[in-house]
């Protein structure tokens, strides 16, 4: 694809359907050099003419906008015991999705190539032609390199990136990223007016992670690891992190500081709802405290209010550095709903600057649980065009 075709495919994927007219005031050319550029778009597949368009006057102009059976990309979010599969279409809209597949990633190359097994298994099964499937997005917890293709927490070897293993395996171009960052991503470019160019992205999961859009773009850091929020010294609780700090934000804000606080409360006699499933099988699980806030167990809600106030004194602090126009938080957590956000807003009036935040919006994600393979299939469309 030429440049100038790339332009129109970006003009298209940011303004919808457009005339011959508009691509030529856009992309500072002559109307031939557009309708030329198109034509060949349209012979290549990616474009399709849409119709016409209503005017003020004289002859109503053709539309073209992208054909949405150009080709497909395929996300995989990958969490802890299971992942989760999203199919876009060439127009980013989602066709398939299918959450909780069963799995546990582990670091060796027999457990990669079992996944890629099930991933084919998943996209035959949602009678999208594999020949068709253009790129696939993967994303994966903890520190991962895009651009090097190595993630930190899934190391197979020092001499194969994990990008090239999952390619060899799936046939097919692969890009991974980390998974607050592709949550980050589609909740970006799925926003429509909501959207905002300095936005932060909360993932409130068993861990606690974040990802940045600054000034449009997602950001990365230097060495690819930006994002760590969860790993921000802020607590003076004397709690060893999984990282091996003392004092991590993670160990007062996440998923795994929830469970182990009910936990606490559970030793200390108080009434759950919890308690026969901690009785029996000496611990609970995550999704135990989960299902017990939405079934509005005290405890539960006590718990997740308390993780609301401590991320709520984190997202201040965020703010007073960024100064971000909208905070999206997501993850598994937001099930908390208003028992969670109610302590973050409060939180965050207490401890940010009145000047910094007075224009911070902060919200819940609206992707939910598909917002990480969604952002993969995004993703690897826009590493497909060469957006990113």
């Given at each position: 694809m030429t440049i100038p075709q790339k332009g129109i495919i970006d003009l298209c994927i940011k303004n919808g359907d457009c005339s011959i007219a508009d691509l030529s005031r856009e992309l500072s050319v002559s109307v031939p050099t557009a309708t030329k550029l198109?034509?060949?778009?349209?012979?290549?597949?990616?474009?399709?003419?849409?119709?016409?368009?209503?005017?003020?006057g004289g002859r109503r102009p053709n539309t073209f906008g992208l054909n949405p059976e150009a080709g497909y990309f395929v996300g995989v979010d990958v969490a802890r015991q299971h992942f989760h599969?999203?199919?876009?279409?060439?127009?980013?809209?989602?066709?398939?999705?299918?959450?909780?597949?069963?799995?546990?990633?582990?670091?060796?190359?027999?457990?990669?190539?079992?996944?890629?097994?099930k991933i084919k298994e998943v996209v035959a099964g949602s009678d999208?032609?594999?020949?068709?499937?253009?790129?696939?997005?993967?994303?994966?917890?903890?520190?991962?390199?895009?651009?090097?293709?190595?993630?930190?927490?899934y190391f197979v070897s020092d001499d194969i990136?994990?990008?090239?293993?999952?390619?060899?395996?799936l046939g097919a171009p692969v890009s991974i990223e980390n998974d607050s960052r592709a949550m980050t991503y589609g909740e970006y470019v799925t926003g429509g007016r909501d959207a905002d160019s300095d936005m932060l992205f909360i993932n409130l999961s068993w861990g606690l992670g974040m990802g940045m859009i600054l000034d449009g773009q997602l950001y990365y850091g230097k060495s690819g690891f930006s994002g760590e929020f969860g790993h921000f010294p802020l607590l003076d609780n004397n709690i060893i992190c999984r990282c091996g700090?003392?004092?991590?934000?993670?160990?007062?804000?996440?998923?795994?500081a929830l469970t182990k606080w009910i936990v606490s409360r559970l030793k200390e006699g108080r009434r759950s709802s919890l308690f026969n499933i901690y009785n029996e099988k000496g611990d609970i699980t995550?999704?135990?405290?989960?299902?017990?806030?939405?079934?509005?167990?005290?405890?539960?809600?006590?718990?997740i209010g308390a993780i609301g106030e401590t991320l709520g004194r984190g997202i201040a602090g965020l703010i007073n550095i960024f100064n971000p126009g909208l905070v999206v938080i997501g993850?598994?957590?937001?099930?908390?709903?208003?028992?969670?956000?109610?302590?973050?807003?409060?939180?965050?009036?207490?401890?940010?600057?009145?000047?910094?935040?007075?224009?911070?919006?902060?919200?819940?994600?609206?992707?939910?649980?598909?917002?990480?393979?969604?952002?993969?299939?995004?993703?690897?469309?826009?590493k497909y065009l060469n957006q990113i």
């Amino acid at each position: 694809m030429t440049i100038p075709q790339k332009g129109i495919i970006d003009l298209c994927i940011k303004n919808g359907d457009c005339s011959i007219a508009d691509l030529s005031r856009e992309l500072s050319v002559s109307v031939p050099t557009a309708t030329k550029l198109v034509s060949e778009l349209i012979s290549e597949g990616y474009l399709i003419e849409k119709g016409k368009v209503g005017t003020s006057g004289g002859r109503r102009p053709n539309t073209f906008g992208l054909n949405p059976e150009a080709g497909y990309f395929v996300g995989v979010d990958v969490a802890r015991q299971h992942f989760h599969i999203a199919i876009a279409d060439f127009t980013g809209t989602l066709k398939f999705f299918i959450q909780d597949i069963s799995f546990v990633l582990e670091a060796n190359a027999d457990s990669f190539r079992t996944m890629c097994k099930k991933i084919k298994e998943v996209v035959a099964g949602s009678d999208i032609p594999w020949d068709k499937v253009l790129g696939i997005g993967i994303s994966l917890s903890g520190r991962v390199n895009p651009e090097m293709g190595f993630s930190l927490s899934y190391f197979v070897s020092d001499d194969i990136p994990l990008k090239d293993i999952f390619q060899r395996e799936l046939g097919a171009p692969v890009s991974i990223e980390n998974d607050s960052r592709a949550m980050t991503y589609g909740e970006y470019v799925t926003g429509g007016r909501d959207a905002d160019s300095d936005m932060l992205f909360i993932n409130l999961s068993w861990g606690l992670g974040m990802g940045m859009i600054l000034d449009g773009q997602l950001y990365y850091g230097k060495s690819g690891f930006s994002g760590e929020f969860g790993h921000f010294p802020l607590l003076d609780n004397n709690i060893i992190c999984r990282c091996g700090k003392i004092g991590c934000l993670e160990t007062g804000a996440s998923g795994s500081a929830l469970t182990k606080w009910i936990v606490s409360r559970l030793k200390e006699g108080r009434r759950s709802s919890l308690f026969n499933i901690y009785n029996e099988k000496g611990d609970i699980t995550l999704q135990n405290v989960l299902d017990a806030i939405e079934d509005e167990d005290v405890l539960a809600i006590e718990g997740i209010g308390a993780i609301g106030e401590t991320l709520g004194r984190g997202i201040a602090g965020l703010i007073n550095i960024f100064n971000p126009g909208l905070v999206v938080i997501g993850g598994r957590l937001i099930v908390g709903k208003d028992y969670l956000m109610l302590p973050i807003r409060t939180a965050v009036n207490k401890f940010s600057l009145s000047k910094v935040s007075a224009d911070t919006k902060i919200r819940f994600s609206k992707l939910g649980r598909s917002a990480g393979a969604i952002g993969d299939c995004l993703l690897s469309r826009s590493k497909y065009l060469n957006q990113i």
